[in-house]
């Protein structure tokens, strides 16, 4: 069964960081490109970074530039995106997602506050 488990959401202060995971099963996670997007409240998706299978190509919104990093570990089966000076406009509903199998994760929540 193909699934996707990501952590390390939750409630951080203007400025702060977090560091997302996503757990991949099921599939040859390796040869996979591997992307995260995000939903905030009243706003369409948005995909914020993408890696390609051997890191050749990795592409992130303009809005995250220079704060997000995305990363992934082939012997984990693990994504991660690594974001730092968060801002409120950062809050959103994080998903994990493999574009060649189409299939999302459960996502997990980033709420940035003070």
Known sequence: ???????????????GSLRLSCVASGFTFSSRTMSWYRHAPGKERELVASISSANRIIRYADAVKGRFTISRDNAKNTVYLQMNSLTPEDTAV??????????????????VSA
Not at 2 to 14: A, H, I, M, T, W
Not at 94 to 111: E, H
Request: overall charge negative.
């Open 94 to 111: 994080y998903y994990c997602y493999s574009p060649s199998l189409s299939v999302w994760g459960q996502g997990t929540q980033v709420t």
């Open 1 to 15: 069964q193909v699934q996707l488990v990501e952590s390390g959401g939750g409630l951080v202060q203007p400025g």
